[in-house]
């Protein structure tokens, strides 16, 4: 056995070191902090590789339930165990994040060159700890760890999205992500400690025996497991809680594409992955919200991209729609997690790489407001030629492009299973077509509208776009017959309900037709209205002020919360405040003044006269007297 699977913890430790180094040393050390960062970093994938390595030669028999276990805690006869392990997804996994975190890292160098010494170092300093954080979670064997990795990604979340922390809406916009997901992992916690109770059990392979043998009652069961889904719907950014994801683009435009390609919001999904067998062995009803969940997750979160105008705002609502797109598949049981985790991995590259250009046309013009750019393909060449490839992956160009092959395992999953759910999946990618051609045309093609002077991104950041567009294009023939079908060797399913599973021979080719004609009629509708302009939109949002009010407005769904928080949250709250301060401060404040009175009262009687205290003391025994011939 090799000394990265024994060693795995290394793997996620490295980047934790690295980012204990920096905020204690090297603050003021900008080069020896992205130094630091980038070399823990670039370990950690280099061990990652090896560990894949063992995966993909030996599978699951190479790997072992539990590398490692710590005993942290004993409370009476119970014992907490902090344990780190492996299966191949979360080998398949730690590459994903350490390359793309390792990319961010080397193209941040030159996007935050001109950040002070100390932002500089605190930037990196939090890159490595979300790093750690991440492969920390995916390392984790049970689910005590897995939940301490899985607050640690909000913490480092917060600390970089708020990196501009003096600007309000960088600091507006990391309260509400880090609020908004308490909620989600609120129920998470619930969730565990509600398994925890019927099971005494924390590991991932011990409760799945444990509800195998009937231990939690089905309705409970299922109970704990729509609890534990809320977790996910909290970092994975689902309907209703996906409100904060758009918002945290005020963070700089690296840590949007760490966020949305490798770390936070694939947590979730992640997550849901890694206790398939326990959703699959809870009641049905509870995959059925997982997929209800995202589909209309991938519906909404595409239909509010249409209108947006804020180049990271389109991409920030095509990652919610994308991870709906998971969910559903995830939420077809057995025949959709392999689909739903393909699609989690693909989406890593193609969006990582989508971001980092939209940072690259920033850093040029100097906007984020796609009606300020057009024409840069002529200064950009390889930004232009690097997004458009991440264009075509996202939209499923067939066979060339890896979004083609997960999005196309999806349909297959969807199809036979679930129709309706299928047809929603449709109407999402169909969006997802037009909406991201719309994004290309308006920022590379036509003439340029905006008062800068763009220039290409120096090497720094544009080396790391050229190496994403590679796997944007290739990882999806990893299922392909011309790779033997390797994804296999990592998303197969093998674990409770596996025989639902059933190899398919070849293409399904009405499949592979519908998503040519996803591709022609989203992109050529984009085409015709920003290209030809023989469509004009600008009539259809006049012609239609409602819809494209709804759709600038997100549904009223920000505002609803709003409204919620004002009337009823703070309206509580406010009545809470005078019941503290009338009633509870109240009364204690009136027992004292209370004793002080009686206090002062009593005071009167210290005369100083035998006389007074013959009468006192000859009233009390008269007193007594009566009460005692009452009794």
């Known amino acids: 056995m090799s000394f990265a699977l024994t060693q795995v913890w290394w793997v996620a430790l490295l980047p934790g070191l690295a980012a204990v180094i920096i905020a204690l040393f090297t603050r003021q050390q900008r080069q020896i902090s992205a130094a630091l960062a980038l070399a823990s970093t670039g370990l950690s994938f280099l061990m990652s590789l090896a560990i894949m390595s063992a995966a993909f030669t030996g599978g699951q028999s190479a790997l072992s339930t539990t590398f490692g276990a710590y005993r942290w805690t004993t409370v009476g006869s119970q014992s907490l165990y902090v344990a780190w392990g492996l299966t191949p997804l979360s080998a398949l996994m730690l590459v994903v994040v350490t390359l793309v975190s390792g990319l961010v890292q080397v193209y941040s160098l030159a996007y935050m060159k001109d950040e002070a010494p100390r932002a500089f170092s605190r930037y990196y300093g ?52 880090f609020l908004v997901n308490r909620i989600g992992d609120l129920g998470m916690l619930v969730g565990i400690l509600l398994l925890y109770s019927y099971t005494h059990e924390l590991g991932f392979g011990a409760n799945v025996q444990a509800i195998a043998k009937g231990v939690i009652p089905a309705t409970t069961l299922g109970v704990i497991m729509f609890l534990l889904f809320w977790g996910p719907i909290g970092k994975s950014a689902q309907v209703p809680l996906h409100v904060w994801l758009p918002d945290a683009m005020e963070g700089p435009t690296p840590v949007s594409a760490l966020i949305h390609a490798a770390t936070m ?72 997690y392999k689909a739903g985790l393909f699609h989690l991995f693909t989406h890593a590259f193609f969006k990582a790489l989508l971001f980092l250009g939209a940072g690259s046309v920033i850093h040029a013009v100097h906007t984020q407001d796609i009606r300020e750019m057009g024409g840069l393909k002529a200064a950009m060449p390889l930004t232009r030629i690097t997004f458009l490839i991440g264009t ?55 003439s340029y509208r905006g008062h800068a002077h763009p220039h290409e991104s120096p090497t720094l950041m544009t080396a790391p776009l050229l190496i994403l567009a590679v796997p944007s294009i290739a990882a999806g023939w990893l299922d392909t017959g011309m790779f033997g079908h390797a994804i296999d060797r990592f998303l197969a399913y093998g674990g409770v309900g596996a025989e639902q599973v059933h190899a398919t021979a070849g293409m399904d080719w009405p499949l592979v037709a519908l998503s040519a004609a996803i591709f022609a009629v989203g992109t050529g509708l984009a085409y015709a209205i920003y290209i030809r302009k023989t469509v004009d939109a600008a009539g259809w949002a006049k012609d239609w002020p409602g819809l494209h009010d709804m759709l600038s407005h997100k549904f009223y769904i920000d505002e609803a919360y709003a409204t919620f928080v004002d009337r009823v949250v703070l309206g509580w709250a406010s009545v809470a405040a005078m019941l503290d301060r009338y009633v509870v401060d109240g009364l204690v404040n009136g027992i004292a003044m209370g004793t002080v009175a009686g206090g002062e009262g009593l005071k009167l009687l210290q005369t100083g006269r035998v006389q007074t205290y013959a009468l006192i003391a000859t009233t009390s025994l008269f007193v007594i007297v009566w009460i005692l011939t009452r009794i």
């Open 392 to 446: 075509l992956s996202i939209t499923g160009l067939p066979f060339l492009t890896a979004g083609f092959w997960s999005k196309e395992a999806i349909f297959h999953a969807t199809w036979a299973h679930n129709p309706g759910i299928f047809a929603l999946a449709v109407v999402a990618a169909t969006m997802t077509a037009f909406y991201m051609f719309r994004l290309y045309f308006l920022t590379f093609e036509g």
């Open 126 to 177: 939090a890159l490595a700890l979300f790093t750690f954080s991440m492969l920390a979670l995916v390392i984790a064997d049970n689910l005590l760890m897995i939940f301490a990795g899985w607050e640690l990604v909000g913490v480092s979340s917060f600390l970089l999205i708020g990196f501009w922390f003096k600007k309000p809406a960088a600091a507006k916009a990391a309260n509400k992500a």
């Open 265 to 336: 919001v694939a947590a979730g999904v992640y997550f849901v992955g890694r206790l398939f067998e326990m959703f699959v062995l809870a009641p049905a009803m509870v995959l059925n919200i997982v997929a209800g969940v995202g589909a209309l997750t991938a519906v909404l979160a595409a239909a509010i991209a249409l209108v947006q105008t804020d180049i990271k705002k389109v991409l920030a609502y095509s990652t919610v729609s994308q991870l709906g797109f998971m969910m559903l598949a995830l939420g077809m049981g057995p025949v959709g």
